[in-house]
């Protein structure tokens, strides 16, 4: 199982980017697909999380201005970020959990500066 992610980028303070990561290889049943994030001597902290039911979580710090969505048919989970901050920065993780199994992609860092 491979999750490939891409979108990540520099974009001026209040721009936007749009994170994909697909998830490929012998995976069934997906059912929650996330967005984690990690800034530079930081934790690991959950940015957003959609369920197979497509009821959606979000980190505080992202309401109202990031939205997360899935495409089942691709195995896809999207992250539109608006309105982006300088404390965005960070390498940004996708994360999903199938068969009762959680796979990990690597980063794509986004870098919020002007």
Not at 20 to 36: Q, R, T, V
Not at 70 to 96: F, G, H, I
Request: with cysteine; proline share 3%; aromatic share 8%.
């Amino acid at each position: 199982v491979q999750l490939q992610a891409s979108g990540g980028g520099l974009v001026q303070p209040g721009g936007s980017l749009r994170l994909s990561c697909a998830a490929s290889g012998d995976i069934l049943n997906i059912n929650i697909m996330a967005w984690y994030r990690q800034a530079p001597g930081k934790q690991r902290d959950l940015v957003a999380r959609i369920f197979g039911s497509n009821t959606t979580n979000y980190a505080e710090s992202v309401k109202g201005r990031f939205t997360i969505s899935r495409d089942n048919a691709k195995n896809t989970v999207y992250l539109q970020m608006n309105s982006l901050k300088p404390e965005d920065t960070a390498d940004y993780y996708c994360s999903v959990k199938a068969g009762g199994v959680v796979y990990w992609g690597k980063g794509t860092l986004v870098t919020v500066s002007s």
